[in-house]
Nanobody, 116 residues
Framework: EVQLVESGGGLVQPGGSLRLSCAAS????????MSWYRQAPGKERELVAA????????NYADSVKGRFTISRDNAKNTVYLRMNNLKPEDTAVYYCNFRQLLNVYWGQGTQVTVSP
């Protein structure tokens, strides 16, 4: 059974940092690109960052470029999202994601709240 379990969210002040983790199981993690999405209240879910299977290629939403870094450890079956200089508009539930053929898998999400 495929499982994606996010952790690391919380309440942080503007300008602060968090590192999210997504622990994967039930599939050959090193074969798949992984992504982080987020969904703020009343808004559609949006792609934040993505990383290739070997970690050699990444891409980011314009709104987070230069502040967020996606990485992965294939030995630990884990993908990370390091978030620096957080802003109130980064407040959202953050989800990790991957696609296997026609199937799309999501974790349960982790809440990130950026507030003074």
């Amino acid at each position: 059974e495929v499982q994606l379990v996010e952790s690391g969210g919380g309440l942080v002040q503007p300008g602060g940092s968090l590192r999210l983790s997504c622990a994967a199981s039930g599939f050959t993690f090193s074969r798949y690109g992984m992504s982080w999405y987020r969904q703020a209240p009343g808004k559609e879910r949006e792609l934040v960052a993505a990383i290739s299977s070997a970690g050699s290629s990444t891409n980011y939403a314009d709104s987070v470029k230069g502040r967020f870094t996606i990485s992965r450890d294939n030995a630990k079956n884990t993908v990370y999202l390091r978030m620096n200089n957080l802003k109130p508009e980064d407040t959202a539930v953050y989800y990790c994601n991957f696609r296997q053929l026609l199937n799309v898998y999501w974790g349960q999400g982790t809440q990130v709240t950026v507030s003074p």
